[in-house]
């Protein structure tokens, strides 16, 4: 008796430190365990069984009891695993604005924030002289908006989501550097026309990836950018009909 005893106790022992699979089964069977026993093992631990027919037509012919082989057929031909300590995963991109508008929103806090427009005051044909005096043909649009900082300040890492217009798409879009003067910020891009590298002439347009992740609504994968004055211009704020004209765009002052 106490032999058998001891026979139960390595077994389990054995049987607690591994993943329980046929052969785990067929073993406490031969050890005498009862059929309790040994469901609650597969119900409770990890298990990796081979459930096809020719293996259950050769499990029973062990022994094993059709209680036993249900309860292997429940867990499952793939197993399971043991549990893995719960972590903090990303939000799913089902994880919206509730009735958002079109727009610009942001992440803060766990929370999406509409990112608010600013006015721009547009002048077509000229040039920002303290960014660059050469190099710019018709087709330059200047974008002059009030204040040394946006309202929307932001941090890194940024989550941006673009709510689109129907028949628009993310690409129509420029994401743009803002330069700052003592008390307003300025910006150029190009409407139409071609802006040379010579003389120092730069764009202030920032190449971005936007990726769809519902209908309308895409989420924007930005570059690598140092702190300062930025903003999404939407398509036809920059086309002006005159020399000058008043327009929008969604900006933000990324921090540190």
Same mark, same amino acid.
């Given at each position: 008796? &106490?032999? $058998?005893?001891?026979?139960?106790?390595?077994?389990? #022992?054995?049987?607690?430190?591994?993943?329980?699979?046929?052969? =785990?089964?067929?073993?406490?069977?031969?050890?005498?365990? #009862?059929? #309790?026993?040994?469901?609650?093992?597969?119900?409770?631990? @990890?298990? &990796?069984?081979?459930?096809?027919?020719?293996?259950?037509?050769?499990?029973?012919?062990? /022994?094993?009891?059709?209680?036993?082989?249900?309860?292997?057929?429940?867990?499952?031909? /793939?197993?399971?695993? @043991?549990?893995?300590?719960?972590? $903090?995963?990303?939000? @799913?991109?089902?994880?919206?604005?509730?009735?958002?508008?079109?727009?610009? %929103?942001?992440?803060?806090?766990?929370?999406?924030?509409?990112?608010?427009?600013?006015?721009?005051?547009? &002048?077509?044909?000229?040039?920002?002289?303290?960014?660059?005096?050469? #190099?710019?043909?018709? /087709?330059? $649009?200047?974008?002059? +908006?009030?204040?040394?900082? =946006?309202?929307? =300040?932001?941090?890194?890492?940024?989550?941006?989501?673009? %709510?689109?217009?129907?028949?628009?798409?993310?690409?129509?879009?420029? +994401? +743009? !550097?803002? !330069?700052?003067? @003592?008390?307003?910020?300025?910006?150029?891009?190009?409407? /139409?026309?071609?802006? !040379?590298?010579?003389?120092?002439?730069?764009?202030?347009?920032?190449?971005?990836?936007?990726?769809?992740?519902?209908?309308?609504?895409?989420?924007?994968?930005?570059? &690598?950018?140092?702190?300062?004055?930025?903003?999404?211009?939407?398509?036809?704020?920059?086309?002006? !009909?005159?020399?000058?004209?008043?327009?929008?765009? %969604?900006?933000?002052?990324?921090?540190?």
């Amino acid at each position: 008796m &106490k032999t $058998v005893r001891l026979l139960l106790i390595m077994t389990l #022992g054995a049987l607690a430190q591994d993943v329980l699979t046929n052969d =785990s089964i067929v073993k406490m069977i031969k050890a005498g365990l #009862g059929e #309790g026993v040994i469901v609650s093992m597969i119900q409770n631990q @990890p298990g &990796k069984y081979a459930v096809t027919p020719d293996d259950m037509v050769s499990l029973k012919g062990q /022994g094993v009891s059709e209680k036993v082989l249900s309860a292997m057929i429940s867990k499952g031909a /793939g197993g399971s695993a @043991p549990a893995a300590p719960a972590t $903090v995963s990303a939000a @799913p991109d089902s994880d919206l604005p509730k009735d958002p508008d079109i727009g610009v %929103y942001f992440r803060k806090g766990g929370n999406w924030e509409e990112m608010l427009p600013e006015v721009v005051n547009w &002048k077509t044909g000229g040039v920002l002289k303290h960014i660059a005096t050469a #190099g710019v043909v018709k /087709g330059d $649009v200047n974008g002059h +908006l009030d204040g040394v900082h =946006s309202r929307n =300040s932001v941090a890194t890492p940024l989550e941006v989501l673009i %709510y689109v217009p129907e028949g628009v798409a993310i690409t129509e879009y420029q +994401l +743009l !550097h803002l !330069h700052e003067n @003592p008390d307003s910020r300025e910006f150029r891009t190009v409407t /139409g026309g071609v802006m !040379h590298e010579s003389g120092g002439a730069t764009r202030d347009v920032i190449p971005f990836e936007g990726k769809r992740v519902a209908k309308g609504v895409y989420k924007v994968v930005l570059p &690598k950018m140092g702190a300062g004055e930025y903003g999404f211009l939407p398509p036809g704020a920059g086309t002006a !009909h005159s020399s000058a004209s008043i327009g929008k765009i %969604y900006t933000f002052r990324l921090l540190e």
